[in-house]
């Protein structure tokens, strides 16, 4: 299988990066090509310029790559912190110029004349690996877990991947380096659980 593995955090010494090598390695291990793009080190530029969104538009090369990587890969691992509810402003900028429309989903017009999203993705399964500093009482409480609905919803959902699953690993900050081993077992677990 080919499965693209999309990394966003600043510092190479975080455990996003050692969640993210730990599952490129597995995979690799058993048998899957992976395509690893830290999106920080690529220095992926997230700024979605005036015209993307037209069809035809003239794109950056790395945004034509990718596009064709993500819409064709037969699995996808996300992995990135927490940051105020929600994913890096980079790894936004990358959902924003990669996941196009006429590429990652399309729109087709019901019997009220509406737009109904239709996914084009073929990935079987889609995993997304969180690290957070709040709490699950805290998060689930005051915040509601915006993460959830942002990934299993308004990103996979709607680009028809189904098969969604999410880990999130907390609380980092004050975590022992014998925990911190234990979750990149379940990091390990879950690679090989959804991409055997």
Known sequence: MNISIILAHPN?????????????DEL?????????HDLYTEKFDPLFRKGEELPGATLHPVIVAQGKEIVSADGIVIVHPNW?????????G?????????????????????????????????????TANTPKARE?????????????????GLCGVTNYHREIFRVVVTSTPAQRDEWLQTVRTTMTRLFP
């Open 28 to 36: 690799r291990q058993r048998g899957h090509e992976v395509h690893f």
């Open 140 to 156: 689930d409480s005051v915040f509601g877990d915006p993460l959830e609905t942002i990934w299993k919803n308004c990103v996979f």
């Open 94 to 130: 990358w959902i924003d110029r990669v996941l196009r429309a006429g590429q990652a989903y399309r729109f087709v017009t019901n019997d009220s004349g509406e737009g109904v999203p239709v996914g084009l993705m073929k990935a079987k399964a889609a995993v997304v690996f969180n």
């Open 12 to 24: 190479p010494q975080s455990f996003n990066h050692a969640i993210a090598e730990a599952a490129a």
């Open 84 to 92: 105020w509810g929600q994913p890096p402003a980079i790894l936004t």
